[in-house]
């Protein structure tokens, strides 16, 4: 009876009941003789009534403490006087500290519900999922904005793990986890009714009852912003990288530049101080051959001729390295100056015995330099030369010409012995030569 649901009676109701039973108990106490336990019934209506506002009990406990009193003048004689009056006025101090506890009964179960429905209204609203599940992960309490967010309700609580997570080995995980009581956040994918998956974390709290709550938030704000950051370190780290590449490229063009100048001057010295000396001994040996016709010293005759000129082609190559001259471009076609260069390395290595095979292409018109364009093919044209060994192997010098719709693409290849990865990174490193006599300024 103590339990009674409050809603039995309005307060009205409940108050008019309390007193009919109280009118009732007086009638019955006048109409019978005092006796020791008289006024225990006095204390029904209090008890009965519990379930009534707190604020209307002590109505009862007034009106209760009058007709106790009133009972006392208007019974029938029963005990002496005196014995009656000490037995109805323990009734008294009985009936008032019932209504204490009962008061204080009320004023915590209403302060009970009152923290309750606040707590109710702050897990209903606040946007965080919440859930209340039993050890065997059978019975769920789910709060709205778990269920607005995942659609899934109170009707589907009974497969809730299934409907969520509706991969098995992802569920056992998921589970594992539940039951485990880790501490901190956890990342999980979970299944909404209308079938997407929604990025969450989640934290778990246990009991004392053995129940455990789930705090769960939605992190797909989250995700996202990590997916953009994430693209914008990798769009960051390329600008920074292709940045770092064009100032390292910058780098080394200024140290190319600062070497070309000590070249140039370089060049403009040994020009003046070697050509000079060089034709004059190209003079006497012209001399010499005139007039001493001597078999026998032509040989020594060329051999100085020879290293003249290699000395002047040095010269040359210095000079030509040295200046930055802007290409002068014209129409040409790339057929004959692959054909001026081939013959041009020939005339040079005439003995060697070498097979250079020309797949040429139709469309081999282009603007360039041909002069520069000359140079390059016949250093290359060179280098495929000297790779070839000189122990009466056949050398093969292949030249494929591909044209595509604005390019022509030359790809030059040979038999030779081919250039290592550490001479592959200094190719066009000035100066830099694996030949015996080379100057390193070809490429």
């Not at 109409?31 to 009534?52: A, C, D, F, K």
């Not at 506890?101 to 965080?128: C, G, N, Y």
């Not at 912003?225 to 600008?239: A, H, M, P, S, V």
């Not at 070697?274 to 001597?294: E, G, Q, T, Y």
């Amino acid at each position: 009876m103590i339990n009674r649901p409050r809603q039995i009676f309005n307060n009205f109701g409940g108050l008019l009941l309390a007193l009919i039973i109280n009118v009732l108990v007086l009638l019955f106490d006048i109409t019978t003789p005092r006796g020791y336990n008289q006024w225990l019934i006095y204390e029904i209506p209090l008890l009965v009534m519990t379930s009534i506002p707190s604020g209307q009990l002590i109505w009862l406990a007034i009106s209760g403490t009058i007709f106790i009193i009133f009972g006392f003048f208007f019974s029938p004689h029963g005990i002496p006087v005196f014995w009656s009056l000490i037995n109805r006025g323990l009734g008294i101090i009985i009936l008032w500290v019932l209504w204490w506890f009962a008061h204080r009964r009320k004023f915590m179960e209403e302060s009970l519900k009152r923290e309750h429905d606040l707590l109710q209204t702050i897990i209903d609203t606040i946007p965080v999922m919440i859930t209340v599940y039993d050890p065997h992960l059978k019975e769920f309490t789910l709060n709205r904005y778990f269920q607005e967010l995942t659609g899934w309700g109170d009707e589907d609580k009974e497969h809730l793990m299934e409907n969520v997570y509706p991969d098995p080995g992802y569920r056992k995980d998921v589970a594992e986890y539940m039951h485990s009581l880790e501490t901190g956040w956890k990342d999980f994918v979970i299944r909404t009714k209308n079938g997407e998956d929604v990025d969450s974390s989640w934290s778990n709290i246990s009991l004392p009852d053995g129940r455990h709550v789930g705090i769960g938030v939605d992190i797909r704000q989250r995700k996202h912003l990590e997916e953009i950051l994430r693209r914008d370190k990798e769009t960051f780290e390329r600008l920074v990288n292709e940045r770092t590449k064009e100032l390292l490229e910058k780098q080394r063009e200024l140290e190319r530049a600062r070497r070309l100048s000590d070249i140039g001057e370089l060049a403009a010295t040994v020009a003046h101080e070697l050509r000079n000396p060089l034709a004059a001994i190209n003079i006497a040996v012209s001399n010499v051959r005139h007039r001493i016709k001597n078999p026998e010293l032509e040989g020594n005759l060329n051999v100085i001729e020879k290293k003249v000129g290699e000395s002047g082609q040095i010269i040359d190559n210095l000079l030509y390295y040295s200046k930055v001259r802007k290409p002068a471009a014209q129409e040409i076609d790339l057929n004959e100056i692959i054909t001026e260069s081939i013959g041009a390395s020939r005339a040079r290595y005439s003995n060697r015995l070498v097979n250079i095979n020309v797949l040429r292409t139709r469309d081999s018109v282009v603007r360039g330099d041909p002069v520069q364009l000359k140079e390059v093919f016949c250093n290359i044209l060179i280098n495929a030369f000297d790779a070839i060994p000189e122990d009466g192997q056949l050398g093969m010098i292949d030249i494929e010409m591909d044209s595509g719709e604005e390019t022509i693409s030359i790809k030059i290849t040979d038999n030779g012995i081919g250039v290592s990865e550490e001479t592959r990174q200094r190719l066009f490193e000035p100066f830099f030569t694996t030949k015996s006599r080379g100057t390193g300024l070809g490429l």
